[in-house]
């Protein structure tokens, strides 16, 4: 009886060479990067992590950093999806522009984006009046923490979007609206499903960035022990005082919150059937 | 019924001026014409895909023309059938009935009444992906056909499948089109597929409509070269009216023309320069120079034969380098080789003058 296989051309030893060539880059890099976590793990001892575990500061960052990381993303898909489509669909006056000024933030060195924040609220007649007269402060402020993580990986999550609505074929959409949908329903019930996967993607970069963001959350919201702390600051404050295991202690907490939010996202993702 | 008023339309260097079509009830229309003619944008702006610059289009005597796509009451199926890949064959079937907001019990009843006209009720549990071209045809068509379109639109329908699918897709379009007595616009490029399905059709080329009529016509009596050229004549030529016989009782008007030096008659009155076809297999090729009537009688060398499968393609040099069909029995009674002299007889009936 013939043996069935998986379907493989037909490959010469340099076809073998040049697969081999390609997983000596794969090793190296992910070598690199597990030395680096196997390094920091070593380097810490059980004090360090006990500390990490009971300290109720850290709890707090702990929390603080899911949370405000987790609206970022909410936040972020909610503009990413409009602005998503419409970049992908629309031909307008100014849509170059509109392209550009949507990356900009993905250039800006964080801790300007931190600083030109700082300087709208604080020191713009507009910022002020947001802070001051409707109350809704920003400034070294728990809310501050998601506006900042929203201006600096939002861009991801439009980015994102638009790419996956480019790949959804119009046709799609086209013959849902002689099938009785109307614009809504047809962005609703065709383009949204089809783009799920690729909106998703964007969404786990945001959501990726949020969370390990340091830099303009210092100079923005600060670093308040059980108020604006979160665990990439923490891990600032705790090496500036000296204590470097609890710092490293604490980056090796941040890995595993990614890797079991990654995990969790790959697992729902890989089995969400999406229904029109 | 859907009539199509001096519709116009531009996009990019392409556009469509005044153009007028009406397809009766039930009739199964198929618009040819070369890639890039316009016959998708055409079916794009009667189901209100593409808004049109002027014109009105009217689907049972309804004006239709500033109405959105899914309210005009038309079932569109385009190229490459645009399944969605994330529904069931069952679901993308359903959808037009989902978004209508029908019953379970009436969705599960309609698509499986599609499913069975169509004769797929076994794909309906199955995945989009790993069907045959075939099979996303018809669940192409069952989509559309569960909405009770009063009109289907199909773009290359067939296009994409290979000859025997074609042929079977080709007679299942054409019985659930009469068995539902629906009027369809089918837009192709295939000439065998038009004649296997078609009530009526027409030559479209750069927006404009070249020829509307049954295929017999388009085939028989094109308007013009492009026409004549679509429909795969090569025996196109130009020659200049000699003389004019005038009617005399039993005797109907004819005219005698020049061509490559020689002398031809054909019915009918025409003047000046003319442009005139022959079908290729009405060309009757004899060795024997007596053979046939004493007009239209041409020398001619056999230059190269080829099978064509159903038919022997000839091409013919001499006054007029001709190119005529012959049976494979007509063929092999001629037992002629390359070089041999023949004569061709093109009787005045089967030379066609184009009118423009």
Redesign the interface.
């Known amino acids: 009886m013939l043996k069935t296989e998986p379907k493989a051309p037909v490959k010469s030893w340099r076809s073998h060479l040049f697969a081999a060539a390609g997983f000596v880059f794969v090793i190296v890099f992910v070598a690199f990067v597990l030395l680096l976590i196997i390094a920091d793990i070593f380097y810490i001892d059980s004090k360090a992590v006990l500390t990490v575990l009971t300290s109720r500061f850290i709890r707090h960052a702990l929390w603080m950093s899911i949370w405000t990381s987790i609206m970022t993303v909410l936040l972020s898909l909610i503009f990413a999806i409009p602005i998503g489509f419409i970049l992908s669909r629309f031909r307008f006056r100014g849509r170059f522009l509109v392209d550009t000024v949507v990356d900009l933030p993905i250039i800006f060195p964080p801790l300007v984006a931190g600083l030109t924040l700082l300087v709208f609220f604080s020191q713009t007649g507009f910022g002020k009046w947001i802070q001051e007269d409707l109350g809704i402060e920003f400034v070294f402020q728990p809310k501050g923490i998601v506006l900042c993580q929203f201006l600096v990986s939002a861009s991801f999550a439009i980015r994102s979007a638009k790419t996956a609505f480019d790949d959804v074929?119009r046709?799609?959409e086209?013959?849902?609206?002689?099938?009785?949908?109307?614009q809504w329903?047809s962005f609703g019930?065709?383009s949204l499903?089809?783009a799920a996967n690729g909106i998703i993607a964007g969404g786990i970069l945001t959501w990726a960035r949020a969370f390990g963001l340091f830099g303009p959350l210092i100079i923005f919201v600060g670093s308040f022990r059980g108020r604006t702390e979160v665990l990439s600051t923490t891990v600032f404050l705790e090496q500036s005082i000296g204590n470097l295991e609890v710092a490293l202690a604490v980056a090796l907490l941040m890995i595993v919150v990614a890797l079991i939010a990654l995990t969790i996202i790959h697992l729902v993702g890989g089995t969400v059937?999406?229904?029109? | 019924m859907i009539r199509a008023v001096r519709l116009s339309f531009s996009i990019g260097d392409f556009r469509l001026d005044q153009f007028n079509l009406e397809v009766a009830h039930g009739q199964y229309f198929v618009m040819l014409g070369p890639p890039g003619s316009g016959k998708t944008i055409l079916l794009e702006c009667l189901c209100g895909l593409a808004r049109i610059a002027s014109g009105q289009i009217y689907i049972d005597g309804k004006d239709v023309t500033n109405l959105e796509p899914r309210t005009r009451g038309i079932g569109y199926v385009p190229q490459d059938y645009a399944l969605f890949p994330n529904l069931s064959v069952e679901r993308n079937i359903g959808f037009g009935l989902r978004v209508r907001g029908y019953s379970r019990q009436v969705i599960t009843s309609k698509v499986m009444q599609a499913a069975e006209m169509l004769g797929i009720v076994h794909l309906l549990k199955r995945s989009i992906y790993g069907l045959s071209g075939g099979e996303k045809q018809r669940v192409a068509l069952a989509r559309a056909l569960v909405m009770q379109p009063k009109v289907l639109l199909l773009d290359e329908p067939v296009c994409a499948l290979d000859e025997a699918t074609r042929q079977d897709i080709c007679a299942q379009l054409h019985s659930v089109q009469r068995q539902l007595g629906l009027t369809t616009i089918h837009v192709s490029h295939n000439l065998e597929e038009t004649f296997s399905v078609a009530d009526r059709a027409g030559i479209l080329y750069q927006g404009n409509l070249q020829q509307v009529g049954s295929m017999n016509q388009l085939l028989r009596e094109p308007r013009n070269e492009f026409v004549a050229h679509f429909m795969r004549c090569r025996n196109i030529f130009s020659g200049e009216v000699m003389a004019v016989k005038p009617a005399d009782g039993s005797q109907p008007a004819s005219t005698k023309f020049r061509a490559g030096g020689v002398d031809l008659v054909v019915p009918g009155k025409h003047k000046g320069q003319i442009k005139f076809i022959i079908r290729p297999e009405n060309i009757l090729l004899s060795g024997n120079p007596e053979s046939g009537s004493v007009d239209n009688k041409l020398q001619v060398k056999l230059v190269r034969s080829r099978d064509c499968g159903n038919y022997i393609r000839i091409e013919l040099n001499g006054p007029l380098n001709l190119v005529a069909h012959l049976s494979h029995a007509a063929f092999a009674d001629l037992a002629a080789k390359p070089q041999s002299d023949l004569i061709a007889v093109l009787h005045p009936e089967n030379i066609h003058v184009l009118p423009e």
């Open positions: 074929d046709r799609f086209n013959v849902a609206l002689t099938l009785g949908c109307s329903g019930r065709v499903p089809l059937q999406v229904k029109l």
